[in-house]
Nanobody, 122 residues
Framework: QVQLVESGGGLVQAGDSLRLSCAASGLTFSRYYMGWFRQIPGKERAFVAAIKWSALSTYYADSVKGRFTISRDNAKNTVYLQMNSLKSEDTAVYYC???????????????WGQGTQVTVSS
């Protein structure tokens, strides 16, 4: 049984930083692309960042480029999202997801976590 468990969300002020973690189990983690998405009520889930098997291949939404960094530790089966210079518009539920190849940017991932709330007060 595959499980993705996010942690690290919370309430912060604008300009602060947070690091989200997503621990994976039940899959061969190193063989999966990993992505972070976010969703606010009434909106579709939106791509934030993704990483292929190698930490050298990372991708970001324009809205977070230069502020967020995705990384992975294959030995720990964990993917991270370091979020710096947070803005109120970053407020959302953040989800991690795993995908066995294909398009990184759409929501058609194979497995999803339960999400973690990030709230940025201005």
């Amino acid at each position: 049984q595959v499980q993705l468990v996010e942690s690290g969300g919370g309430l912060v002020q604008a300009g602060d930083s947070l690091r989200l973690s997503c621990a994976a189990s039940g899959l061969t983690f190193s063989r999966y692309y990993m992505g972070w998405f976010r969703q606010i009520p009434g909106k579709e889930r939106a791509f934030v960042a993704a990483i292929k098997w190698s930490a050298l291949s990372t991708y970001y939404a324009d809205s977070v480029k230069g502020r967020f960094t995705i990384s992975r530790d294959n030995a720990k089966n964990t993917v991270y999202l370091q979020m710096n210079s947070l803005k109120s518009e970053d407020t959302a539920v953040y989800y991690c997801a795993a995908k066995n190849g294909g398009n990184l940017f759409d929501v058609k991932y194979d497995y999803w976590g339960q999400g973690t709330q990030v709230t940025v007060s201005s």
